[in-house]
């Protein structure tokens, strides 16, 4: 869960949706704003511009690029040095070059239902693709709405993969109000299929209490839409004046795939309409379409699509209405227009009976592969079964593809640019899996590694993919942005302020999560030949970024003692938080030191920390590499897991609880402060964080999940009271215990479900999150099968808390339709984002039993 953007977008959503739309309208352009930006506050060069312009017309543009050079040169050396390092790649063989992810693999994941954040979105991995989607006018409180990108003042009931498979079919259930859609994917190469292959898209709308209430809709109106992000022109079949009771749509041609075509075929009596239109802008397609409707409304009192285009349309919208039930299948072909590309059996074979068929199989094939990957046994309730089909159908179906530019933000007090806020980092790819497809429809750096941790046992091919985009995303100094903000569809989910990245801001390494899963599983022959051969040619490619990636943390993020770390960069000025919050760990409010400062011990980081040298360390043995003892990652993995060490720098003797360490008082308040506004000298009141006693280096006495650290990763020796302790603190209803899961910070704590400012309620207070109580879990299972005193303990304990943990979060999905962000710690109440399908699918692994 990383910081910034999780809880803005959350707060925003509630707060207020026109400065949402204002925050989004203005980041809707990124290369206009880019330009303006790079023009602020040159008086010189404007003036030139003019001069210029009219001199010279074209040629301009690439003069004032030499001017730019030469400008910035005498600017400031130093800081262009240092941002242009900033966005450079690191200089290492790039992941996705590796021979594994071309040819037939790349091939077979070209296809998918790539854009998580609207209801049904299909594209390519392609940088400009072409892109597919369905709307649908939906009803409430008898106004009518479109339905497109997933949100939710929609206030859909339910929605989601109950089934997907990452590859080539899903199965989504939606339901709005009275209207339930069914939309099934399919994706298949035959014969004549250009590559990639073709697609269908079935869409089934049922109308729940038709005969019941006269108010409810009789009939639906759905929109399929093509859109060319390259800017290729369509043939609309229905603008051909000879255009005869076809199935064929639409048609075109794009140098990926060839000749395409798009049919519809449905056994129901369904009224088409069209319109088709020529623009670049893709991320507000729903605000086209409605316009394009209000007008024609207003014009014919009708509500239907025009049955025009503009000129050369790269982007054409069907309109598909009929009385319900009804039914269609939408039908993808690649390749066309070649002789042998037996177009209309293909259509035949993707649409009607035989879809139905096909879509059977693979059911059929998901479920066989569910039950064998997730080891479903006859013992498991039905009602799980659901759940954890959703979560892994949730957690596929959720995997976008990305392409665009990050934005980095530069230092304040940086002279390059005159005030310019960031640089573009290179244009790049990402193809990850989103926590959540209305709230994080984006990627996010240590969400991704719990999402690795159910992926890779259910596609390694599609896990590893992920992992080397985002370790291809690694700059120079062996950084990778955090939350990936990629191309103007994800940046139109994000308000302005938490767009920027900044380059001195760590995030967990959680990659190393499944890295290490993937170096025990070839040890202990959980593959096959192929698989082993697979991850170890990627293990030993990555090497020099991972090596990379933690220096970077070794060096950035130490602490001020040997083996000592803390996350850089918590506000050591703010006067109006409670506790400064430290976004960087990921568990963004999670009470620290009081007082940031170079004396901070960051227990968390530390054992991040050990993890990854421990992971390096057994990488560098399995593929083979020589001096791997001489790397240090093998000596600082063992000083890191040093218990002695450990205990002296983090263990707090009395309580028998891991602290972090530094500046810390308890005696701090929030209290009101009535302040003058500089600008309208209005007097406005705010909270303002008193301290009633001088910090002090110590122990920072805060029992919660970053307490649980060092036995999260299994530090502790079975048979130290140490570990009794831990115990005792997770089995205390007093501190850390509930019945719907481990609580995120003790009830004893001071900071226990106190807000951090007027605007932030406590996130990682108190809530119960499913990626901690997963490695809790994890660490239960592991002590209870080591032999020492407390292992049948840790059983009951383990058997306890899974039972507690699955029972709600399978009984919130019932009631609710959902899986959630967090559980409420009081009633196990779903909280947060919904739709939340990133780690809270770590449940299905609970199930499992897989740790
Ligand atoms: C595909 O084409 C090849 C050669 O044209 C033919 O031998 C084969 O039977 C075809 N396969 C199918 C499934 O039609
Ligand atoms: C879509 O966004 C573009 C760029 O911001 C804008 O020019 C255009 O007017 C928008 N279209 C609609 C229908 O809102
Ligand atoms: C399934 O569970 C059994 C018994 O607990 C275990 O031996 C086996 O390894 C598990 N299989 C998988 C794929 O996790
Ligand atoms: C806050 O941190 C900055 C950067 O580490 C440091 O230069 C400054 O002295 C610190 N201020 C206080 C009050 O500790
Ligand atoms: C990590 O940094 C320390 C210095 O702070 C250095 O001694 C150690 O060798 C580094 N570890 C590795 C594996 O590079
Ligand atoms: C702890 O913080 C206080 C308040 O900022 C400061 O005066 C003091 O010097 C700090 N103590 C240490 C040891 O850094
Ligand atoms: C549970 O925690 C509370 C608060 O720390 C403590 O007073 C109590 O003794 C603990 N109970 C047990 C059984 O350890």
Redesign the pocket.
């Given at each position: 869960m990383t910081g910034s953007s999780r809880r803005s977008a959350r707060s925003r959503a509630v707060s207020s949706s026109s400065s949402a739309a204002a925050a989004a309208a203005e980041t809707r352009n990124p290369t206009t704003r880019t330009r303006r930006d790079m023009h602020r506050g040159r008086g010189p060069i404007r003036l030139m511009e003019v001069n210029l312009k009219s001199l010279l017309g074209f040629g301009f543009l690439a003069l004032l690029i030499v001017v730019f050079l030469i400008y910035d040169r005498t600017a400031s050396v130093v800081d262009e040095d240092r941002s242009l390092r900033i966005v450079t790649p690191l200089p290492a063989p790039k992941m996705m070059d590796l021979p594994q992810f071309q040819g037939e693999h790349k091939e077979r994941l070209y296809w998918g239902t790539y854009r998580p954040l609207v209801y049904l979105g299909i594209r390519a991995r392609t940088p400009r693709s072409l892109i597919a989607g369905l709307m649908w006018i939906g009803k409430k409180n008898g106004q009518y709405f479109m339905r497109h990108v997933c949100q939710d003042s929609d206030d859909l009931s339910t929605y989601g993969w109950t089934q997907h498979n990452g590859h080539d079919y899903g199965l989504q259930v939606l339901v709005d109000q009275d209207l339930t859609l069914t939309t099934s994917f399919f994706k298949t190469k035959t014969n004549g299929s250009g590559y990639g292959g073709d697609w269908a898209v079935r869409v089934a709308v049922q109308n729940e209490k038709s005969k019941l209430e006269e108010e409810t809709l009789r009939t639906a109106h759905l929109f399929f839409y093509l859109a060319d992000e390259d800017g290729n022109a369509f043939s609309i079949a229905r603008e051909d004046p000879f255009f005869h009771d076809s199935t064929l749509l639409s048609s075109g041609l794009r140098e990926d795939v060839g000749g395409w075509e798009l049919h519809l075929d449905s056994p129901d009596n369904l009224e088409v309409h069209y319109a088709g239109f020529r623009t670049p802008h893709m991320h507000n397609l729903s605000e086209l379409f409605l316009q394009t409707l209000g007008v024609h409304a207003t014009k014919t009192r009708l509500l239907q699509l025009p049955d025009t285009s503009e000129q050369s349309p790269n982007i054409v919208v069907f309109q598909i209405s009929g009385n319900l039930p009804f039914k269609m299948d939408i039908a993808f072909l690649s390749g066309t227009g070649l002789l042998n590309s037996r177009a209309e059996e293909r259509v035949n074979s993707l649409t009607g009976a035989l879809l139905t068929n096909q879509l059977n199989v693979k059911q059929k094939e998901f479920e066989d592969k569910y039950r064998r990957c997730f080891n479903v046994t006859d013992e498991v309730d039905s009602e799980s079964v659901t759940v954890g089909s959703a979560a892994i159908g949730n957690m596929l179906g959720g995997i976008g593809y990305f392409y665009g530019q990050s934005r980095i933000a530069l230092p304040t007090d940086s002279k390059l640019g005159n005030g310019k806020k960031y640089v573009p980092y290179w244009p790049a790819a990402l193809y990850s899996a989103v926590p959540s497809r209305p709230f994080f429809p984006r990627g996010f750096l240590w969400d991704e590694g719990f999402h690795q941790l159910l992926i890779w046992r259910w596609d390694i091919g599609i896990c590893l993919d992920i992992i080397g985009h985002w370790l291809d995303l690694m700059n120079v100094d062996g950084w990778i942005p955090r939350e990936q903000i990629l191309g103007a569809e994800a940046l139109s989910k994000v308000p302005e302020e938490f767009v920027l990245q900044n380059p001195t801001n760590a995030n967990p390494p959680a990659l190393f999560l499944v890295l290490r899963d993937l170096v025990s599983g070839i040890k202990r022959n959980k593959f096959t030949a192929a698989e082993n051969n697979q991850i170890s040619a990627f293990l030993d490619r990555a090497f020099v970024r991972l090596e990379a990636w933690f220096n970077w943390f070794n060096t950035t993020q130490k602490g001020k003692d040997t083996d000592s770390f803390y996350w850089h960069g918590r506000d050591n000025k703010t006067t109006r938080e409670l506790n400064p919050k430290t976004l960087m760990s990921g568990l963004d409010d999670y009470p620290r030191a009081s007082h940031p400062s170079e004396d901070e011990r960051h227990l968390d980081l530390r054992c991040w920390m050990l993890l990854a040298a421990d992971c390096l360390h057994s990488i560098g043995e399995l593929i083979g590499m020589k001096n791997v003892k001489e790397k240090g990652y093998y000596t600082m993995a063992k000083q890191l897991s040093d218990f002695e060490a450990l205990n002296q720098m983090h263990l707090d003797l009395t309580s028998g609880a891991y602290f972090d360490f530094g500046n810390h008082t308890e005696k701090v308040r929030l209290r009101w402060h009535e302040v003058m506004e500089p600008s309208n000298n209005h007097l406005k009141r705010v909270l303002v964080r008193a301290v009633a006693e001088r910090p002090q280096l110590g122990f920072v006495p805060h029992v919660g999940y970053v307490s649980l650290f060092p036995f999260m990763m299994k530090i502790i020796p079975p048979a130290s009271w140490v570990l009794e302790k831990q115990l005792?603190l997770v089995f205390?209803r007093?501190?850390l215990w509930t019945d719907y899961g481990i609580r995120s910070l003790s009830k004893?704590s001071s900071l226990y479900m106190k807000r951090n400012t007027e605007h932030d309620a406590p996130y990682w207070r108190g809530p119960i999150w499913m990626n901690m109580n997963y490695m809790i879990l994890s660490a239960l299972h592991h002590y209870s099968q080591e032999d020492g005193p407390y292992k049948a303990r840790a059983k009951t304990v383990y058997e306890e808390l899974r039972k507690n943990i699955i029972g709600n979060v399978v009984r919130n999905y019932f009631q609710t339709g959902y899986l959630w962000e967090q559980y409420d710690q009081n009633k196990g109440k779903g909280k947060g984002a919904r739709v939340f399908t990133g780690w809270t699918s770590l449940v299905l692994l609970m199930m499992a039993e897989a740790y």
């Open positions: 005792d205390n007093s501190t004893t």
